[in-house]
């Protein structure tokens, strides 16, 4: 017999991540199954998350997978879950305020991650969504590919904002990788992924144009992202 707080957390969150997987692929962020996205329930016990390597066409709410967030178990769905689910995992237990996110192979922001560059906050757009740069976090060593590949990439990215606002930049590219956005709803880190992709392309043409192009001035940064987040935002309805 299901357990009844098991199967709760499966009801609250099976809806919004499904749409939130498919989302990647309308997008165009996630071709062919390059791409996953996972919610934290409301008691924060619960992860669910795409299956691996199923089609987004094809893909209905009784595949996704729910696991233990302290254990990693799986709990719920007879399919296995992304291979991507143990760094998902360590975003979750190491950032506190997370509740979804996202992992993608999009073109632009991939290209960055692959040179393992950061991308730079050269204007608004960029200022809307991420409080300065968005980071690259190092290579992975030899040891750390082959022992618990995806786990280290969730330690890799934690070790990145170290000293930095998970909150405030919800993302990062992983070198050689790609990248992985975060934020308060599955939604949000769907939304994050999207605007990480644009002002990635952004970025690209403006240094194809311009290598030396300048940065943003940190007033118009910071009244840009404060005017969407914080307690003085005042961007939208209330």
């Keep these: 017999m299901q357990d009844p707080e098991v199967k709760k957390a499966f009801e609250e969150l099976a809806a919004q991540v499904l749409e939130a997987n498919l989302r990647l692929q309308s997008s165009g962020l996630a071709p062919l199954t390059w791409g996953n996205a996972s919610a934290l329930d409301s008691t924060g016990r619960y992860m669910l998350i795409k299956p691996s390597g199923v089609p987004y066409e094809t893909m209905k709410e009784n595949d996704l997978v729910l696991l233990e967030l302290a254990t990693g178990k799986q709990v719920m769905g007879d399919k296995r879950p992304s ?13 506190k305020g997370v509740k979804g996110v996202v992992h993608t192979h999009s073109r632009f922001a991939t290209v960055f991650a692959q040179l393992g560059r950061e991308i730079p906050p050269f204007g608004t757009t960029h200022a809307d969504h991420f409080y300065g740069s968005v980071p690259c976090a190092r290579a992975l060593t030899k040891e750390e590919v082959e022992g618990e590949y995806e786990l280290n990439t969730g330690k890799v990215i ?18 050689e990788h790609g990248p992985f ?13 999207v605007a990480l992709e644009q002002i990635a392309e952004m970025a690209w043409r403006m240094l194809a144009l311009d290598p030396d192009c300048r940065t943003i001035d940190d007033y118009l940064l910071e009244k840009h992202y404060s005017r969407k987040h914080g307690k003085n935002a ?5």
């Design 234 to 238: 005042y961007y939208g309805q209330k």
């Design 181 to 193: 956005t975060w934020g308060s709803s599955a939604k949000q880190a769907v939304d994050n992924a």
């Design 158 to 175: 934690a070790e990145t904002f170290k000293d930095k606002d998970p909150i405030a930049v919800p993302g990062v590219l992983v070198k």
């Design 83 to 95: 291979s991507d689910t143990p760094t998902h995992l360590e975003i979750y237990r190491t950032f």
